[in-house]
């Protein structure tokens, strides 16, 4: 289990926003925009290109965690753990002071790899969800607290099933800001985001 707990950790640890925002920017993308070190701030900060290369590279490092576990480590609990703290590496990455974005690509990356349909199932309400509300934190947070919901309907393990409580609940703090600028209207929406 510490094996996958590391492995997850550091590969969540490659900060793809951040570093996109330094090389192809030069700034710090937590010091832009919405301050979240994630593909929908790159998206608003840079442009859709960059965005989208971002989410490609979180959903990867987080499919790779769950992957290299499986040929490691065999289990599933230890699968499910290293996508897990991939998440988690994302979101707390220790040689940012644990500032980083909000998980949603790498949640998704790491499903795709533990279970491909509910993988699957999460990017296509994040898609709807975020046409239909103009907002991509509805389709994020949505997702976050139907997981463990989707993993207890699929009989999952109980270890499983609190590590995927632990991330609603953690994916419920994250969005509260964007919730109170939502119905403040104050939140910056997808389609004024993607024309630039």
Do not use: C
């Amino acid at each position: 289990m510490i094996g996958s707990i590391v492995l997850g950790y550091l590969l969540g640890n490659f900060q793809t926003a951040y570093l996109i925002g330094k090389f192809f920017g030069k700034i710090d993308i937590r010091q832009k925009g919405s301050s979240n070190a994630g593909a929908s701030n790159v998206t608003q900060v840079m442009g859709w290109k960059f965005g989208v290369l971002t989410a490609l590279a979180d959903i990867l490092k987080a499919f790779l965690a769950v992957e290299i576990s499986l040929l490691i480590f065999g289990g599933p609990v230890e699968a499910f753990t290293a996508g897990t703290f991939a998440v988690l590496g994302h979101i707390f990455p220790f040689y940012l002071k644990f500032k980083g974005g909000k998980g949603l690509a790498s949640l998704v990356g790491m499903m795709l790899a533990f279970k491909p349909e509910i993988g699957l199932a999460m990017m296509a309400s994040v898609l709807f969800l975020t046409i239909a509300t103009d907002y991509i934190a509805v389709g994020s947070l949505t997702v976050y607290l139907g997981l463990p919901v989707l993993l207890f309907f699929y009989g999952m393990e109980k270890a499983i099933l609190l590590e995927s409580a632990a991330l609603a609940l953690l994916g419920l703090w994250l969005h509260i800001g964007n919730i109170k600028k939502i119905l403040r209207k104050e939140e910056k929406g997808l389609r004024a985001t993607i024309k630039r």
